[in-house]
């Protein structure tokens, strides 16, 4: 990955890698789906996660983001990246990124690449779906955290996104780039004791629950008497407006040792599901739910973040994606509002 003109980093970041690898007998723990962890320390590699999963070590930046055409705050989070091949006709590339700025007035935001360890290309229209949309209140500071869903059922590019922080809301699009409002999803009126001031940063995933009647999960983070904690809800279509939440936490911070966490992303893997979150110190962490969505077993730290660029201490809100079987995870480095999109692979 050349970005930022930041091979020489790349190349010692490899070698160190590879020395280390060697002397301490090898990388790899136990393969299976895209996903993985690890401490990330200063030379890019990492221990092992918990429950066998791989390790992410850093290898680059998809774009600089000072070159980027639309850049209003100078910050950019959430990433999501996800593919187009036999789902979109004549796409732009195989892979498109999403993500976006968080402070006003926001947009999400696309980017481009053939390769997920390659060079992206900002789309010249961005933002794709701003603040401002037909028919859309009239007060929206912000649209931020894009979560984009490969909805098989329909097959339909689905947008989940929050604005204000109190909502988050869905549209779609049958190429991934041009999205039609659908309405909001779940929101702070859904908590009956009034005690959820946010909910946002939300993703959501394929995954039947039969006793709920659900085909779809929803994690996202909300802001509980001032405490940030991880939620979770189901809908039997997607849709905007289809959707149940279950009113007490998912997860909470206390057993990681954090007073506020962030930033879901479920992944499934031996004959059950996980959550991957960042806390307040900047970490990841992983807790193991059931495919009931119905525990919560702590089971550590899923990644520590770089002390130097672009983690800068804090790594967060990660997606994942497989490029002819090598995994990568996208997220997001750095400290709040001078936050860039990174990129970290599987090194076996």
């Not at 091979?7 to 790899?28: C, D, I, P, Y």
């Not at 859309?136 to 996104?161: A, C, E, K, M």
């Not at 940063?201 to 039947?208: C, L, Q, S």
């Amino acid at each position: 990955m050349t970005v930022r003109d930041d091979s020489k980093r790349m190349n010692a970041v490899r070698t160190e890698v590879s020395r280390r690898a060697f002397l301490q007998g090898s990388l790899a723990t136990s393969g299976g789906l895209v996903l993985g962890g690890g401490t990330g320390l200063a030379s890019g590699l990492a221990n092992a996660a918990p429950a066998g999963f791989p390790n992410y070590t850093y290898i680059g930046t998809p774009f600089n983001k000072v070159n980027l055409r639309y850049n209003p705050t100078g910050e950019l989070i959430f990433p999501c990246i996800r593919g187009t091949i036999g789902r979109v006709a004549n796409p732009l590339a195989r892979y498109y990124l999403y993500y976006a700025p968080h402070d006003a007035p926001g947009g999400i935001c696309l980017a481009y690449g053939d390769h997920l360890d390659g060079q992206f290309t900002e789309y010249p229209y961005n933002p794709i779906f701003s603040r401002t949309w037909p028919g859309g209140p009239p007060d929206i500071t912000h649209v931020s955290s894009p979560h984009v869903l490969w909805n098989s059922r329909v097959n339909q590019f689905y947008l989940y996104f929050h604005g204000e922080n109190t909502v988050t809301r869905v549209a779609t699009s049958t190429d991934g780039i041009h999205f039609t409002y659908q309405g909001g999803c779940v929101s702070t009126r859904f908590f009956t004791d009034g005690s959820v001031t946010e909910t946002s940063y939300a993703r959501v995933f394929e995954h039947d629950i039969p006793a709920k009647g659900s085909h779809y999960v929803m994690v996202f983070m909300g802001n509980q008497n001032g405490r940030r904690r991880i939620f979770w809800g189901w809908s039997a279509t997607g849709d905007a407006q289809s959707w149940s939440i279950q009113q007490r936490p998912l997860i909470s911070p206390a057993a990681d040792g954090e007073t506020d966490i962030s930033g879901p992303h479920v992944v499934f893997r031996n004959g059950t599901a996980y959550v991957i979150y960042h806390g307040g110190s900047g970490r990841m962490y992983i807790t193991e739910v059931g495919l009931n969505f119905d525990k919560e077993l702590h089971l550590g730290v899923f990644h520590t973040p770089l002390g130097g660029w672009p983690d800068n201490g804090r790594a967060a809100a990660p997606s994942f994606g497989n490029e002819n079987g090598v995994e990568y995870m996208f997220y997001e480095a750095g400290p709040r509002l001078d936050a860039t999109i990174a990129v970290a692979k599987v090194l076996w």
